[in-house]
């Protein structure tokens, strides 16, 4: 049993969002498996990519955003969860004003796996 507390870890910062690792897969018991929090100022847009290997699943905490995933829009409101397969093309946007919190939960995550198409 592990409680991972708000306060706990820490914030790595990229240019369009911070995301910190709240379980990686030694926490989880399962090779390529991580939960991360991931939050977005208003106006922040993440680079289209794709993974080869790794499926993202995504759940808003807080506040609003878009996924668009092979061109197709999903507002990210409070509540919903999105699945992205490997191979899908996809971005994250803060289209609101106010902060923009989510989860992601990568399944055979592993180094090298992000490429621009």
Same mark, same amino acid.
């Given at each position: 049993?592990?409680?991972?507390?708000?306060?706990?870890?820490?914030?790595?910062?990229?240019?369009? &969002?911070?995301? $910190?690792?709240?379980?990686?897969? #030694?926490?989880? *018991?399962? +090779?390529?498996?991580?939960?991360?929090?991931?939050?977005?100022?208003?106006?922040?847009?993440?680079?289209?990519?794709?993974?080869?290997?790794?499926?993202?699943?995504? &759940?808003?905490? $807080?506040?609003?955003?878009?996924? #668009?995933?092979? *061109?197709? +829009?999903?507002?990210?409101?409070?509540?919903?969860?999105?699945?992205?397969?490997?191979?899908?093309?996809?971005?994250?946007?803060?289209?609101?004003?106010?902060?923009?919190?989510?989860?992601?939960?990568?399944?055979?995550?592993?180094?090298?796996?992000?490429?621009?198409?």
């Amino acid at each position: 049993m592990k409680a991972v507390r708000p306060e706990e870890g820490t914030w790595e910062e990229n240019p369009q &969002y911070a995301k $910190k690792v709240l379980l990686d897969s #030694k926490e989880l *018991g399962t +090779e390529g498996c991580v939960l991360q929090v991931v939050r977005f100022a208003p106006g922040s847009v993440s680079k289209a990519h794709f993974h080869k290997h790794t499926k993202e699943i995504f &759940y808003s905490l $807080k506040g609003t955003g878009v996924v #668009k995933i092979n *061109g197709e +829009e999903i507002e990210l409101a409070e509540g919903t969860t999105v699945l992205c397969s490997p191979n899908e093309v996809h971005s994250i946007e803060n289209n609101s004003d106010s902060e923009f919190l989510f989860l992601v939960f990568k399944l055979n995550a592993m180094q090298n796996d992000f490429f621009e198409p």
